[in-house]
Each structure stands twice: as structure tokens, then as C-alpha cells.
């Protein structure tokens, strides 16, 4: 019995070591003083510092959080939309919106990016910030969906019926119950799908134009040049970013009203 | 196909009519009136052509086992659903088509559906918020209505802080605080423990009374119904079966399932034989048994098939065979069951017949398992049920 449970550490220990070790060694060596070098040479935070100075990457976070920002909006309230929207339809046609819903969660991104891209050029859309936008809100909104249509299901269909009972119009059993009691789970929508944009790579790829280059877009294209010290400090402070906004949507879902 | 004589079986020596006027209340026109609802679901009908009418002030219930059909008219009086066919009027008003929110009435949940997110006061005041009353009228009311309820000083919390009965108050007072016409209650006790349940059944009582409240309360406990109502309306299988006072029901059943349904029934089946005197003989199945006189209505025919009844509480045990003129039955003392304030005694009546007859305080006789007994009860108490 205790010889089990010391395995089932060990397990689970190499299991978190595998998963995190290559974030502990990146973050660290954000902070290592040598340059161009795995040797460490004591800690420093100038590359964190030089971060700042580089026009071109601020320009990058200014483009992502923009992008970010608009997408996130834009995909909580089409999501949200669709969310409510379903549960006026019936069973069948839920199922059946749902699937259709989660196909772009399955389907391969490059094949999404590549696809969004055609569809642009179709179009004659000139690739942009606009164009990394929808592509952002695409793959955002079945996720926002999802989510909020989770917490829709957990509602008590009672409290719908008590307000109007109440005397409540349909807007009012809207405003007054449940948007108050969806609110939790909106705003752990809108985190993740914050997180989701600032963090996406592929999609942005294939719809970005000139002068609408993304954190991500630059990291990738400062690694052709070799892997800088820079590099990591820009990877652990979107690392940093990225956690605590997924972290308070997880506190959002599971806070109860 | 129209059926709205709620009476398939006939009654021996019930005289009064289907639709007891109850307590004589001076009101003219009823609260509600419901006129031969019919809701179905496919091709069963749930609720099958159901009448009844609740007078203003009045505490009316609809007891029947779930699945009677007794939440769907009140659904479809609260406006959650609409009957297929039928009328329902309030105020003299037909409801038919109208949304739940214009409707003068208003519904404690079984579950009571508190919101969640709001104190007790905001779920008080939620009714009065929607129909726009000015704020300062609002804080009066709700604190008079949490006040009836005994809820002062529990203001601010939300509803997961509070009590089950606490919350069964809130949801009460969220209801009456609209002053309805009627307010509607669905199982209201139901979700409460028994000690919590009978103190709430004396409390909804006084505060109906005290405010004048219209109730129509839906259960299927027969003991709350019959204390807190001032009539009962039984419903079974979608349709109703007997409405009167609760005294009316319990002691004239019109059929042996409302008989069964509010208290228990000491049967014989068997069937009617000559007439005696002023009575008639009733032979029951049971070969070992001796006929023995019943009342029924004039000129039954003697060999039709019947059920005879009798309540726990009149029959009378003795270990002698008693002398007074009354129908007398022998029986074995199968089980003693000592419950407080009172001992439940099941015996063996023939064959297969087990009965239930009950003693109270100091007149409790001393009986043991296997004692045999005379069993005796006044002629007049024993009721015939045809199929």
C-alpha cells in the first residue's frame, strides 16, 4: 500500500517534470547573463530590460493585444449569441450545432489558417490586423460557446419560470437572472479567448500582413536569427500573461454565485 | 366523449353534492373558476376536464399521488402551460393566452427557485422591481412581508446562507409580498423535514388567515392537506374525484381510492344480499366471514358486487362478544404497534384481511399478537363501494 502510493508519486512527479521542465529551463535562463551561451553566468534582468527598448516588439504587443482585445469581444458576443440561441432550438438541432462546433477545435489549424487565408484572397481582402482579427474570432467563438453554454445548462430552468411568475418580461428574466448568474461564466469565456488569441501562432501566420506581425509572429521570426536570451524573457513574461488569465477564468467557472 | 360527472362509482349515503359549497363564504363571484380543462401529452390526457372553483379567501388544495395531474392545472393556472381545452378565469377574467407575467398570481416552487445571486430582500422585492413600484414603497413592503414571515434581520444574506424552512419563508414571502389574487403552492412543505413540516403547516396557516390570502395548494400528503384546507379537491389518473371540506372527504369518500387516499381503509370485498329492516346484509368473499347489515342507498339490488370500508379509529376491540346490537366480526391480534400517543393494533379479519384499528392514552385495552377479538362499529360508519 505505501510502496504504491511512492510509485504513483514518482510517476506523477516525472509526468510534471516532463510537462514543465522546458518552461523552468526557458524562464530561468531568461534570467542568465551570458549570451548566446547554455552556460550560466549569473542572473540578470537585462534582457527583460532590453525588451523594452525594441521598437519592433513593442509594435508586436501593441498588434497583439489590439487583435486580442477586438477578437475576444467580437467572439463573446457572437458566442454568447449562438449560446442563448440554442436554447430556444430543438434537441436535435442542438446536437447537431454542437458538432458543427467543435469542428474547428479538431480540425488541423494549419489547414484553418490555410483555409482562412484562401478565403481572404477570394475575397480580394488585403491581409491585415482586420484580417488576423476574424480569423481570431473564428476559432474563438466555439470555445466561447462551449463554455458559456455550459454554465446555461447548470442553470435552474425554475428561476427562469420564478421571474416570469414575478412578473418579468422576457427581457427582464434576461437582464435580471440570467445574464447575473452567466456572468462568471462570460468572463472566464473572454479570458481564455484572450489567452487563446495572444498566444496563437498558426492561424496568425497565414492571415497576417505586413505591419500586423504578433508577439508570436515575432518571436518565430527573431529564433531564424538563433535562440537569444531576449527570446526567453519575451516567452516568460506572455508565459506569465497567458497563465494568470487562464487562471482566473478557472477561479471564474468554479466561484459559485 | 365529453365526461365531467367526476363520479364513476357511486356514493351509499352521501348526500352532499359533487361541488360542496364548503365554508359559506359572502363573496358573489369565485376567485377562480376553472371550467373542464383538458391538457394532454400525446394521447393521454393528464388533465382530463377538470372544474373547480376557489372562493376569495379560501385555502383549497388538490391532493393525489404524483402523476395525478395535480402541477399541470396548477401550471396552467399560474400560465406556464395552456389547458387544450377548458377555461381558466380570474377575477372573472379568462387567463387563456395570457403570459405568466401578467397573471394576478403567483407560484411558490417546490424547490422554491430563489435566485441565487440576490439577498433576501432583493428576492422579496424582485416582483415589485419588475412592475416598476418607487424604491421607497418597496423597502415598506418587503420588510412588512419578511416581517409576517418572521425574517427580520436576515435581510442581507443570500439564499445558500439560510435554513430550508428559511428558504421556504423567503419564497413565500417573494410571493405574497405582489399581493396576488391567489397565490399558487406547489408541494410547499414537501422539501421539509416532519418536525419543520407540521410547525410550517400551522404557520402558512395563520399567515393565509392573517393576510386574507386566496391559496390553491397542490399535495399529495393528506394530513397537510386536511389541516390546511378549507376544501380538497382529490385527483387521480387527470381527473377529479371528490371536492368538499376536508371532514366531508374523509368521512364520505365518494370512491374507495379517495377513501384509501386520505387515511386508511379496513375493506371487505363481497357483495350486497337482502334486505333487513332498514339495512341490507353484505356477504363478504370470505366464506369463513358471517354477512353482517350495511346501509346502503334505496334499492340496491341484492348480488351486485361491492367493497365495504371502515375507518381505523371506529372499530371497536373487545375480548368478549359484546351484547349491543351493533355488526360485530371476530379476528386474531396479528401485530402491536405502540406509537406514543397512540397504539396501532393489525389484525387478521378472515382469510386474508389484515386491519388496522387504533387505541389512544388512558382507554388504551391491553391486547397482545395472537389475541382473538370481537370487532364492532356503529352500522352508520361502514361504507359500500361499488366498482
Redesign the interface.
Known sequence: MKQRSVGLKAVSLLSMLFLYGPIVVLVLYSFNAAHLSMAWRGATLKWYAALVHDEALLAATANSLFIALVSTIGATGLGGLIALGMEQMSHRRQQLLEGSLVLPLVIPEVMMGVALMLLFVMFKMPLGLTTVILGHIVFNIPLVTIMIRTRLRKLDPLLREAAADLGADSWQVFRYVSLPLLRPAIWGAVLVAFTVSLDDFLVTFFTAGPGATTLPLKVYSMIKSGVTPEINALSALLLVVSMMCVAGSLYLQRREV | MRRSDPSPSMATFSTSPVIASGQSLPSTSPTIDIRAIVRRHGSVAAVDHVSFQVQRGEFFSILGPSGAGKTSVLRMV???EDPDEGDVLIDGRSMLGV????RP???V?Q?Y?????LTVSENVA??L???RVPGALIDQQVQQALSMVKLIGKEARKP?QLSGGEQQRVALA?ALV?KPAVVLLDEPLAALDQQLRQAMQVELKSIQEQAGLTCVCVTHHQEEAMMMSDRIAVMHQGRMWQVGTPREVYENPRTLFVSRFLGVSNELPGRLGEVVREAQLFHPADDRLPGFPVRTGPGEVPGRPATWSLRPEQLRMSSERPSVQDPVLPGVIEKVLFAGSETKYLIRVGREHLWEARATGAMQPSFASGDPVFLQWALADGRVFFE
Open positions: 399560474a400560465g406556464f403570459p405568466p407575467n401578467r398570481v403567483n407560484l416552487f424547490s427557485a430563489l435566485f441565487p445571486h424582485f416582483g422591481r419588475m412592475r445558500a417573494r405582489n
